[in-house]
């Protein structure tokens, strides 16, 4: 794990310093509300529907044990007891109290956290493939990149004040659980033909009112070269983005009105004049940073390990959480597995202050030392021993988090909705939740297959409905909630934006048509088929006799 | 007196504790029933003027009004289903926010 350097330490903690005094002056008349509010979101505190709401930053989604223990700590003594980990590897805390916040930034900073840039028009929080570093497909653990690009975008002073917000996701994998595509820029590590390392680089993709798939800026940007051209990429988007209209500040929107040859003209330009070795991070940092994140010491080990197979044999629950929650690990021996946050009919993402520490402990024991958040709003444990796997789902189970559904159909991904949120037009979790009841069935989730559901609860989009197989925007119609389902959207490499199917339902029409939906996709699929992939083959229109029956 | 056909009670919430509050007449509720109802144009420019002020003192922040219907014992309830939220909690946890004492009251 990445641990901070002096300069790190130095800057959080004066952060927090400076937070605290800026309260007191807030509080002692000094500073007006219009004052202090901008303050407060440049620290992650929004006021949401009923309470403040801190949002800290999960760097790339790495937590280590002793930093879950201090989010439980942090829930325990300062919340209701529980956090939400969101589709941006962050976690939400939802009750908390002014007067505590600059302890909690206290507390977080003491193990190298913080919430700074997880709010305002500048660079959020990096994201990252959670399986970086332990995928078997990697072509290199993409998290030095991911720090580089931290620490490069923290405080970054001329782009502090973008048009609008920017969020730059990373990957090593051909297999994208990033979702680089739809991101304002996309970053996949690749090898070129020579067998060098460097990037392919996306630009313009997003999702909120106007969703947009990524444009391929450069097919293979050398490694030195990365810092000096995402310069260049937001330079230009700095100065030519629009300022006039929020709805249409993103980079996705410039991209679209000016084109992506127009645009990376601009940037190549901007890019051969920058001085790109004075932008280029010193080598000995990069050695530095890339250090915390080799490789650990692996056991030498079979690549199968027998007490796995045996207990699989003996437990069938235990065997049907292996073969869907358990994935490969790029070590012999090793796997790693997702812990989902999505117990039938449970609130997608939430975490009690038990659940984090007892995450917190197997991660100490059996997963050295690592934890990762996904965008799909579950956690990863990276480094299990094949031999380790049944004593960790035992201990899961204790607490509610064995429920073997990742990437299932009740492993739906939700936004807080109306349920927190004060932007949001309809509720999202409720919806899930009976969505996950009406398949609570393992057999039939089994069955079903690879099915992803996301859910927002308003257009910016937090739940990724866009991306999802079927995707469920919350909206508001005369006074009701009211939800528009999406078809064929998909995060990965084969990334696309869903298809409406139709006019808007109520929540329960919705769980019905889902199930009609479902039920067209069974009867119509070829062996193996899974939803996304039939949707394709069918087209849209096959679908369409699902919604009719609700009408 | 300007007549006006809408109701409206002032909400925002609490500085300090980040806890929804309504105006009480006298002061800052938990409770919106408790809320003071603007029923005329006077009235209700009346409340502004009181979000405005008390932002200013630094007792609350984001005051807005809510319009209200009257319920069938008289007290205010909010016409949109967002406002309704507001003075109960998430729907998705009961034990938490307003809600959760007014159960334990059997208020609710
Ligand atoms: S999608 Fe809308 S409702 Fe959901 S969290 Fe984002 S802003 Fe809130």
Redesign the pocket.
């Known amino acids: 794990m990445y641990r901070y350097d002096e300069f790190d330490h130095q800057f959080v903690q004066d952060r927090v310093s400076q937070f605290r005094t800026q309260v007191e002056r807030h509080l002692g008349g000094q500073l007006t509300e219009e004052e202090f509010r901008p303050l407060r979101l440049m620290n992650g505190l929004y006021l949401q529907l009923h309470a403040y709401m801190l949002r800290v930053a999960i760097p790339y989604g790495t937590l280590s044990a002793r930093q879950m223990r201090t989010l439980a700590d942090i829930a325990e003594t300062y919340d209701r007891g529980y956090g939400h980990f969101t589709t941006r590897q962050n976690i939400q805390y939802n009750w908390l109290r002014l007067r505590d916040v600059p302890d909690i930034l206290q507390e977080l900073a003491d193990v190298e956290m913080h919430a700074i840039q997880t709010s305002g028009n500048c660079i959020r929080n990096i994201t990252a493939d959670p399986f970086s570093g332990v995928a078997a497909d990697e072509v290199e653990d993409p998290r030095p990149t991911a720090e580089l690009l931290r620490q490069w975008s923290s405080l970054h002073p001329e782009f502090s004040f973008l048009p609008r917000k920017f969020k730059i996701a990373v990957t090593g994998c051909r297999d994208d659980r990033a979702a680089i595509a739809v991101h304002d820029i996309g970053i996949r590590v690749v090898r070129n033909e020579a067998g060098e390392i460097g990037y392919e680089v996306w630009v313009g993709g997003g999702q909120g009112r106007t969703p947009m798939i990524a444009k391929k800026i450069r097919a293979f940007l050398p490694k030195k070269a990365l810092l000096a051209y995402l310069e260049a990429m937001m330079r230009v988007y700095n100065l030519y983005g629009r300022r006039d209209n929020k709805y249409k500040a993103r980079i996705k929107i410039l991209v679209h009105e000016v084109g992506i040859e127009e645009y990376a003209r601009r940037v190549e330009e901007e890019f051969a004049a920058l001085d790109a070795s004075a932008i280029a991070a010193d080598a000995e940092e990069i050695v530095r940073i890339e250090a915390y994140f080799e490789p650990p010491a692996y056991d030498r080990l079979p690549a199968r390990a027998a007490a796995l197979e045996n207990a699989k044999k003996n437990d069938p629950a235990f065997a049907n959480w292996v073969s869907i929650n358990v994935g490969a690990h790029k070590a012999p021996g090793y796997a790693i597995a997702t812990v989902s946050l999505k117990p039938i009919g449970g609130v997608p993402g939430d975490a009690t202050t038990d659940q984090m520490r007892l995450l917190a402990d197997i991660a100490e024991r059996f997963s050295l030392d690592e934890l990762r958040v996904t965008i799909e709003q579950n956690i990863v444990l990276p480094q299990v021993r094949q031999d380790d796997l049944y004593a960790v789902w035992k201990l899961l189970a204790a607490v509610d988090l064995a429920t073997a559904n990742a990437g299932l159909i009740t492993d739906i991904i939700s ?4 349920d927190y ?1 004060s ?3 309809a509720r ?1 979790i409720p919806v899930a939740q009976a969505i996950s009841r009406r398949f609570a069935d393992a057999e039939r989730q089994r069955l079903i297959g690879p099915l992803a559901i996301k859910i ?8 990724h409905h866009h991306v999802g197989h079927i995707g469920i925007l919350g909206l508001e119609k005369g006074g009701e909630e009211s939800y528009q389902i999406t078809l064929g959207g998909d995060p990965t490499e084969n990334a696309a934006i869903g298809e409406r199917l139709g006019p808007g339902l109520t929540a329960d029409q919705t769980v019905d048509t889902i199930e009609r939906l479902v039920a067209v996709y069974l009867a119509k699929r070829k062996p193996g088929e899974t939803f996304v992939a039939a949707y394709r083959r069918l087209g849209h229109d096959h679908f369409k006799e699902a919604l009719n029956a609700a009408a | 007196m300007a007549r006006q056909d809408a109701l409206y009670i002032l909400t925002a919430n609490d500085l300090l504790e980040g806890d929804v509050v309504f105006w009480s007449g006298a002061g800052w509720a938990r409770d919106h029933r408790a809320a003071q109802i603007a029923r005329n144009a006077d009235e209700t420019t009346a409340l502004d003027a009181i979000g405005a002020a008390e932002k200013a003192a630094r007792r609350i922040i984001d005051p807005y009004r809510v319009e209200v219907t009257l319920g069938a014992d008289g007290t205010p309830v909010p016409v949109r289903f967002r406002e309704r939220l507001r003075t109960l909690g998430p729907t998705v946890r009961l034990d938490l926010g307003k809600q959760a004492a007014l159960r334990a009251n059997s208020l609710l």
């Open positions: 936004c807080p909705g109306l949120c932007l949001a037009t999202s927002s609860g308003c257009i910016n989009a937090c739940g």
